[in-house]
């Protein structure tokens, strides 16, 4: 596997990465041992052995998860304000909760400092110095959080910079000794993570949990008010398959343990230290299959794990409790979608980019030695940030006055122009068939890859090089989460807008019949549609769009059978007109998430990688776009590998898509699509439309 420095002759950032590992390699803190600390509770109060048996109390645990840095409410990608997401409109609601709950406590579920524009200018385009706070978590501490988890995507930048920007002293090979690191500025509430451990030290990354103390204002059994000091402790868990998504910034420096083996290990410990009560912060959701040390969301499990009084989760970015919810892990055994438990745990994901905040509002009894959970009197409860009449609350004035700055230094920065196109380039029929915003991304990824092989692996360079990219907004948050690019002029921040994540390019060595598997595995993105069936049927399964991996060129063709069952509907696929075989060897572009095990494809675990570039896609795409001046549909916009195998329905076949944008369907070239309701009812501003597969 090669690391060396590609010649991308563009405006790429890799050296600005480079820049930002030397400028972060002194910066960063954590002495890896457990502390006490609180945001805003104190250690006064009514001694705890002055509080009278009998005394009750409630405590608010306030849930924010998956913020991604939209700390506005922007969309950098269409240069508008969308009400309908950011921290500024949560943190209304934050007030409100503390109004509401005088004894509260906020907390973050993690993946908080990467997904927007803002944070990639802040990491990659103009690194923050380790003097400034991170704008994510500069209006973090201004709200006054009391505690935090770590997500996986805090890992996507690197050890270094996330060192820097949490104000930490990581103690890993690639870093300079702690003693000798300066702590730079971070959030000013405790980060806990206890489930990934420094290779070097053998000792958790982060301090993996921390006791707060908070006085709260309780009721004795006298109906008199009293103060009782509430040692609550924090535990954070992160999901283990980091090391498969972020290998090339994690392996051989960091390693994980069990989420169930951890917890068990660490909440005797917070008891004998004397938390009160125990509340798990875990990046992952609900999964009740057999456990797993390295299992991707072991909330479920966790639940399970004695001492455990409440869980504030995410990752899937979904909104728990909703007693309305279809989503399967809320459907599970022992889930109760409309109470919000999980195994009787008190249980909370709000959801996504600040959409939600969580409350978890527990009622406390004191027996004269320790305080217990009343679980018949709490309520959990995701607080949108939407009012019932479709309106939303208004924005803190005080969050985008914080942050004023770094955001127009963002904008100015994703106006940069970079080529034109002269067609709407869209997400909006990805799915049925639409590569419209696709192939640019793909013949960017191959171009690159074709050119590092020629001049640095010769003995790969006869090999056919290929790409694949997925449609990364298909819908799956409402109307307005798809790519969609105007056609004019284009800027850095539509090449933004058609390549979401900060991925870098790798290269796969695969066979024939591992392509094809490749393929069955995006095939998933469909449910199996019955022929025979009379009623409607939805084409579009909950596999997530971005797993929906495909090629977008001429010499790769093949057909998608929905009629059949998973890992049985690729058909004719042939390359150059010749069937595909075992016996053929290919290189193909795609990206570090996938080329390393993400998303579970059979074969893709880092092993058949022969070039993990240190450039990002996005960097490449940028490139080609103004190396090519002019992206037009003829030449970068209609190269369709991929069809449905024909076969006439009884009934209806139906997908969701954007409100009126029949015509983008149409301008694609896709004949067989039709609008069948203005409105799908999913009240995420979405219409169904109908899909004609004997065409």
């Given at each position: 596997?090669?690391?060396?420095?590609?010649?991308?002759?563009?405006?790429?950032?890799?050296a600005?990465?480079?820049?930002?590992?030397?400028?972060v390699?002194?910066?960063g803190a954590?002495?890896?041992?457990?502390?006490?600390g609180?945001?805003?509770g104190?250690?006064?109060?009514t001694?705890?052995?002055?509080?009278?048996a009998?005394?009750k109390?409630?405590?608010?645990?306030?849930?924010t998860?998956?913020?991604h840095?939209n700390?506005?409410?922007?969309d950098?990608?269409k240069?508008?304000?969308?009400?309908?997401?950011g921290f500024?409109?949560?943190?209304?609601?934050?007030?409100a909760?503390?109004?509401e709950?005088?004894n509260?406590?906020l907390?973050?579920?993690?993946?908080?400092?990467?997904?927007?524009a803002?944070?990639d200018?802040?990491?990659?385009?103009k690194?923050?110095?380790?003097?400034e706070?991170?704008a994510?978590?500069?209006v973090?501490n201004?709200?006054?959080?009391?505690?935090?988890?770590?997500?996986?995507?805090?890992?996507?930048?690197?050890?270094?910079?996330l060192s820097?920007v949490?104000?930490s002293?990581?103690?890993?090979?690639?870093?300079?000794e702690?003693?000798?690191?300066?702590v730079c500025?971070g959030?000013?509430?405790?980060?806990?993570?206890a489930?990934?451990?420094?290779?070097?030290?053998?000792?958790?990354?982060f301090?993996?949990y921390?006791?707060?103390?908070?006085?709260v204002?309780?009721?004795?059994?006298?109906g008199?008010?009293?103060?009782?000091?509430?040692?609550?402790?924090?535990i954070g868990?992160?999901?283990?398959a980091?090391l498969?998504?972020?290998?090339?910034?994690?392996?051989?420096?960091?390693?994980?343990e069990?989420?169930?083996?951890t917890?068990?290990?660490?909440?005797?410990?917070?008891?004998a230290?004397?938390?009160?009560l125990?509340?798990?912060?875990?990046?992952?959701?609900?999964?009740n299959?057999?456990?797993?040390?390295?299992?991707?969301?072991?909330?479920?499990?966790?639940?399970?794990?004695?001492?455990?009084?409440a869980?504030l989760?995410?990752?899937s970015h979904?909104?728990?409790?909703?007693?309305?919810s279809?989503?399967?892990?809320?459907?599970l055994?022992?889930?109760?979608?409309?109470?919000?438990?999980?195994?009787?745990?008190?249980?909370?994901?709000?959801?996504?980019?600040?959409?939600?905040?969580g409350?978890i509002?527990l009622?406390l009894?004191?027996?004269?030695?320790?305080w217990?959970?009343?679980?018949?009197?709490?309520?959990?409860?995701?607080?949108?940030?939407?009012?019932?009449?479709?309106?939303?609350?208004?924005?803190?004035?005080?969050v985008?006055?914080?942050?004023?700055t770094?955001?127009?230094?963002?904008?100015q920065?994703v106006?940069?122009?970079i080529?034109?196109?002269n067609?709407?380039?869209?997400?909006?029929?990805?799915?049925?068939?639409d590569?419209g915003?696709i192939?640019i991304?793909n013949?960017a990824?191959?171009?690159?890859v074709?050119?590092?092989?020629?001049?640095?692996?010769?003995?790969?360079?006869?090999?056919?090089v290929?790409s694949v990219?997925?449609?990364?907004?298909?819908?799956?948050?409402g109307?307005?989460?798809?790519?969609d690019?105007?056609?004019?002029?284009?800027?850095?921040?539509?090449?933004?807008?058609?390549?979401?994540?900060?991925?870098t390019?790798?290269?796969?060595?695969?066979?024939g019949d591992?392509?094809?598997?490749?393929?069955?595995?995006a095939?998933?993105?469909f449910?199996?549609?019955?022929?025979?069936?009379?009623?409607?049927?939805?084409?579009i399964?909950?596999f997530?769009?971005?797993?929906f991996?495909?090629?977008?060129?001429?010499d790769?063709?093949?057909?998608?059978?929905?009629?059949?069952p998973?890992?049985?509907?690729?058909?004719?696929?042939?390359?150059q007109?010749?069937?595909v075989?075992a016996?053929?060897?290919?290189?193909?572009?795609?990206?570090?998430?996938?080329?390393?095990?993400?998303?579970?494809f059979?074969?893709?675990?880092?092993?058949?990688?022969v070039y993990?570039?240190?450039d990002?896609?996005r960097?490449?795409?940028?490139?080609?776009i103004k190396?090519?001046?002019?992206?037009?549909?003829a030449?970068?916009?209609?190269?369709?590998?991929?069809?449905?195998?024909?076969?006439?329905?009884a009934?209806?076949?139906?997908?969701?898509?954007?409100?009126?944008?029949?015509?983008?369907?149409?301008?694609?070239g896709?004949?067989n699509?039709?609008?069948d309701k203005?409105?799908?009812g999913?009240?995420?501003?979405?219409?169904q439309?109908k899909?004609?597969?004997s065409l």
């Open positions: 596997m090669s690391h060396r420095i590609s010649p991308l002759q563009s405006a790429t950032l890799a600005l990465l480079a820049g930002t590992v030397a400028l390699a002194a910066c954590d002495d890896d041992t457990p502390a006490s609180g945001g805003n104190g250690n006064g109060g001694p705890a052995a002055t509080v009278p009998g005394t109390a409630t405590l608010a645990l306030l849930e998860t998956d913020l840095t700390v506005r409410s922007y950098y990608f240069l508008a304000d969308d009400p309908s997401l500024e409109r949560v943190a209304t609601l934050i007030k909760a503390r109004q709950f005088p509260s406590l907390l973050d579920n993690g993946d908080t400092i990467q997904g927007t803002l944070s200018y802040q990491a990659l385009v690194p923050v110095a380790c003097s706070t991170l994510m978590y500069k973090m201004d709200a006054g959080y009391d505690g935090g988890g770590i997500g996986n995507h805090e890992f996507n930048y690197g050890l270094p910079y820097q949490t104000g002293r990581f103690n890993v090979d690639g870093l300079p702690p003693g000798t690191q300066t500025a959030p000013k509430f405790p980060q806990v993570l489930n990934v451990y420094s290779v070097k030290t053998r000792a958790p990354l301090q993996p921390a006791i707060l103390t908070k006085t204002t309780a009721t004795g059994p006298d008199k008010p009293v103060t009782a000091p509430l040692k609550v402790g924090i868990f992160a999901p283990p980091i498969a998504w972020d290998k090339r910034w994690l392996d051989g420096k960091v390693y994980t069990g989420a169930v083996e917890a068990q290990k660490y909440i005797p410990e917070m008891r230290k004397g938390a009160d125990i509340v798990v912060i875990s990046h992952g959701g609900l999964d299959s057999t456990y797993s040390p390295d299992m991707e969301n072991g909330s479920y499990h966790l639940s399970k794990v004695a001492g455990v009084d869980m989760i995410g990752h979904q909104i728990f409790p909703d007693a309305a279809t989503v399967p892990q809320f459907n055994p022992g889930v109760d979608k409309v109470k919000g438990t999980v195994n009787g745990v008190p249980t909370v994901m709000a959801n996504y980019w600040g959409k939600h905040l409350v509002h009622a009894a004191y027996d004269g030695s320790k217990s959970v009343d679980r018949a009197g709490t309520t959990v409860q995701a607080r949108s940030i939407q009012n019932a009449d479709k309106t939303y609350v208004a924005a803190d004035a005080t985008a006055a914080a942050i004023d770094e955001h127009q230094a963002t904008i920065y106006k940069t122009p080529g034109a196109t067609y709407r380039m869209s997400s909006y029929f990805a799915d049925v068939g590569p915003a192939q991304v013949m990824q191959a171009q690159y074709k050119d590092y092989l020629t001049a640095n692996l010769p003995a790969l360079a006869s090999l056919p290929l990219s997925a449609p990364f907004k298909s819908g799956f948050g109307g307005s989460d798809y790519t690019v105007s056609a004019g002029n284009l800027a850095i921040n539509n090449a933004a807008d058609l390549y979401l994540y900060p991925n390019v790798y290269a796969v060595k695969v066979n591992e392509v094809k598997a490749w393929l069955e595995t095939a998933r993105r449910n199996q549609i019955d022929p025979a069936l009379a009623t409607d049927q939805q084409l399964s909950s997530p769009g971005y797993n991996d495909m090629f977008t060129s001429a790769m063709q093949y057909e998608i059978d929905v009629t059949q998973v890992g049985s509907r690729i058909k004719n696929l042939t390359y007109g010749a069937p075989t016996a053929m060897s290919f290189i193909v572009a795609t990206n570090n998430y996938r080329a390393s095990g993400g998303g579970n059979p074969g893709l675990d880092g092993t058949k990688t993990a570039s240190p990002a896609n960097d490449v795409l940028i490139a080609y190396n090519a001046a002019n992206v037009t549909r030449a970068h916009g209609g190269a369709r590998s991929w069809r449905f195998t024909p076969v006439t329905t009934g209806k076949v139906v997908f969701s898509s954007g409100v009126g944008m029949l015509q983008q369907a149409v301008d694609a896709l004949t699509i039709t609008l203005a409105d799908d999913s009240n995420k501003n979405l219409s439309y899909i004609d597969l």
